[in-house]
């Protein structure tokens, strides 16, 4: 026997207590009827999603080595050891206004990113080798780190790595569609000279050196977190948040 779902038993009961009603009265129920009836029988639950088809093995073999590791690769003093640090009396984390660029340039939340477009000179200009000059006109926020800052700095940027995985050599990088820097790690000499900087896009995860020679620093999936983390504990906010 047939079972009724509760839809069909509701339209049954409503037919049968309209047997003595006035026509118009029948009309106007039966159109409610319709209605309630399309409701109770649309109502289907959505079909579940197929399950996503499994990551080749060479896939999850790329997808585990960009996931970052934390080793004790180096120590404390050969990280300082590597350029820029290695040549660098004093060394600072600043924010900055975005510069102008060519095409507006939004936020997740939709918000026009603000865009310094009042002082032509840019942030750095390159004057000499390994001299440059820092435009303070545009820096939000900075701070200079301490022996035991430079040490966590250093360590974030040398220590954690790729993942090692059997087979696997290259290096996958993150690759942003904007680079909007707002943040830097800024080097200078005994003179309060810029020699170096390291300039980083959170919002877009990418980065720029001013040097060549600066020591190799492998971006895996989380080194921007991490990054970010470090200027945010260091009270630097703009570009970070």
Not at 204 to 231: A, M, P, V
């Amino acid at each position: 026997m047939k079972v009724k779902s509760c839809g069909e038993r509701l339209l049954a009961f409503l037919f049968y207590i309209v047997g003595d009603m006035s026509l118009m009265r029948k009309t106007v129920l039966i159109i409610a009827l319709g209605l309630i009836s399309g409701f109770a029988f649309g109502q289907k639950k959505p079909p579940v999603p197929p399950p996503e088809p499994p990551l080749s093995r060479e896939a999850q073999q790329e997808k585990l080595r960009f996931k970052c590791l934390h080793t004790d690769k180096y120590t404390a003093a050969e990280r300082r050891s590597f350029f820029p640090f290695a040549t660098a009396s004093k060394i600072m984390l600043i924010s900055f206004d975005a510069y102008r660029l060519p095409d507006p340039i939004y936020s997740d939340d939709g918000k026009l990113m603000p865009v310094d477009d009042t002082d032509p000179m840019p942030l750095v200009t390159p004057i000499a080798p390994n001299r440059f000059v820092l435009n303070y006109r545009k820096v939000k926020e900075q701070k200079t780190l301490n022996a035991a800052d430079i040490d966590r700095l250093t360590d974030i940027l040398y220590n954690v790595g790729y993942t090692p995985v059997k087979g696997l050599t290259y290096e996958p990088e993150l690759f942003g569609g904007c680079y909007n820097p707002r943040n830097a790690i800024v080097f200078l000499d005994a003179k309060g000279n810029v020699t170096q900087y390291i300039e980083l896009c959170f919002h877009c995860q990418g980065h720029s050196y001013s040097s060549s020679k600066t020591k190799h620093i492998e971006y895996c999936e989380q080194k921007y977190d991490l990054l970010n983390t470090f200027f945010s504990s260091k009270n630097i906010q703009f570009g970070t948040l």
